[in-house]
């Protein structure tokens, strides 16, 4: 049997940047990413500081993106509602590969009656509608954002459980595999020291495609009025506020907006970039 060449960090990375979209999207998720993080120190003014003489202006030299009707900057208010959408984003993205992986390592390796009843569990969870399942949650445990990390990690980790599965029906054939049962090796041993690091390479790539479904969720959820509470802000909150003035004061909706749009274009191309890197098709191409 030919061994594939291990596919170490140096050699990924050389695969991944000739991707150039994947490039420009990773700084540009770079660039939203620290201003957000970093928002207080560059934020021109605190993200509630209202200003109701000035209510509503056009960008200037003074608000670069202009404020809201209460007159508060709405760059400030960008750059902090982005490290709530981002938060949600990756905690949201965190829950649902915990649950998506152990569910679907356990019913690929387990196979037999326990794999036909626990796909079935998945095939009637994807029948429900996921932003009504996500509204269902909210509404009965309350508006509390630590609660919407868990409810959207919650309904979108059933994909992550597919993969998952077929990726160990597969590897569980491998003579390695079989090899290690004849030694006697533990069933916990085995799934996690050699199944699940070869499943690795298709978790990366979905989780990375995750992340921008889980920020849209919480945007839908947020523009609903379910999500986000003021004095808190976040895109999809900024989005509401602006669609409610948008004929008036249109600046409001543009500019959250184009920053949502541009996260979830560079995330992913980032995700195209992984994808392309972790194919073993290209295993051998340096």
């Known amino acids: 049997m030919t061994l594939q060449p291990a596919r170490t ?17 990773l700084a540009v998720l770079g660039l939203i990413s620290s201003a957000s993080v970093f928002a207080p120190a560059f934020a021109p003014y605190p993200p509630d500081a209202q200003n109701l003489e000035l209510g509503a202006a056009a960008p200037s030299t003074e608000h670069l993106l ?40 356990l019913s690929g ?28 949650l909210m509404v009965v445990f309350g508006r509390n954002l630590v609660l919407m ?19 160990v029906l597969a590897i ?18 085995i799934l996690f020291l050699h199944v699940l690091p070869n499943v690795i390479g298709p978790v990366v790539v979905y989780t990375t495609l995750t992340v ?9 959820i947020s523009f609903l009025g379910l999500g986000v509470q003021p004095p808190m802000s976040s895109w999809g909150l900024l989005i509401r ?3 409610e003035t948008m004929d008036s004061f249109p600046w409001l909706m543009v500019f959250p907006g184009a920053e949502l749009a541009l996260a979830l274009f560079a995330l992913n191309f980032v995700g195209d970039g992984l994808r392309d890197a972790l194919d073993p098709r290209f295993a051998g191409k340096t």
């Open 66 to 105: 202009g404020t809201d009707v209460l007159g508060r900057d709405l760059l400030s208010r960008l750059l902090h509602g982005g490290r709530i959408s981002l938060a949600v984003g990756v905690c949201g993205t965190l829950v649902s590969l915990i649950i998506g992986v152990g569910y679907g390592a």
């Open 109 to 136: 390796y387990t196979g037999g009656r326990l794999d036909d009843i626990m796909m079935r569990v998945v095939d009637v969870l994807y029948a429900l509608p996921f932003a009504v399942l996500v509204i269902v």
């Open 9 to 25: 960090p140096p050699r990924l990375w050389h695969r991944f940047r000739r991707h150039r979209a994947a490039i420009a999207g």
């Open 172 to 189: 569980r054939q491998e003579p390695y595999v079989k090899a290690a049962q004849v030694l006697g090796f533990s069933h916990a041993r």
């Open 212 to 220: 921008p479904r889980v920020i849209l969720l919480e945007a839908f």
């Open 149 to 167: 990390f868990v409810a959207i990690g919650a309904v979108e980790w059933l994909t992550m459980a597919r993969i998952v599965r077929g990726q």
């Open 241 to 243: 506020e602006g669609a």
